[in-house]
């Protein structure tokens, strides 16, 4: 698989929110290859095994533990894609934080390894998007 062949985009709905469990987002991963690509996306849907939330100041900022996905049959969880199609993940910080986080600022990104090595160490990840809780 091409490097640059996927794109993934982070969107919130809000960039302030009063409590970070209110976020809403949604992260769109788009072939923008010449190819189709097969993906593994069996954790994706697991919010707290592909989302990464840090403070301002670059400290990670503990989620709650992510659920277990199936066990890997080869099968379950990939998604192909064709060139210019695109997959949308939506995501709550309902299922993120099981307390509020102090007001502050902060910056989440979609962060997931893939097992075929095609995307390096890296994985496949998107921009820190920054947010702020308001606390009111």
Do not use: K
Request: hydrophobic letters at 50%; glycine letters at 8%; proline letters at 7%.
């Amino acid at each position: 698989m091409p490097e640059a062949a996927l794109v993934v985009t982070l969107l919130l709905a809000s960039a302030t929110v009063a409590d970070a469990r209110d976020l809403a987002i949604e992260v769109t991963i788009r072939n923008a290859g010449r190819e189709a690509v097969r993906l593994n996306a069996l954790a994706f849907p697991y919010a707290a095994a592909v989302l990464e939330v840090r403070t301002a100041a670059g400290a990670s900022v503990s989620l709650v533990p992510p659920g277990m996905p199936p066990v890997d049959d080869g099968v379950t969880g990939r998604i192909d894609l064709a060139p210019g199609a695109a997959e949308l993940f939506s995501y709550s910080g309902a299922v993120l934080f099981d307390a509020p986080l102090a007001p502050g600022r902060y910056a989440i990104r979609f962060h997931a390894a893939l097992q075929d090595g095609s995307r390096g160490t890296d994985g496949l990840a998107s921009a820190w998007v920054p947010f702020t809780v308001s606390g009111s």
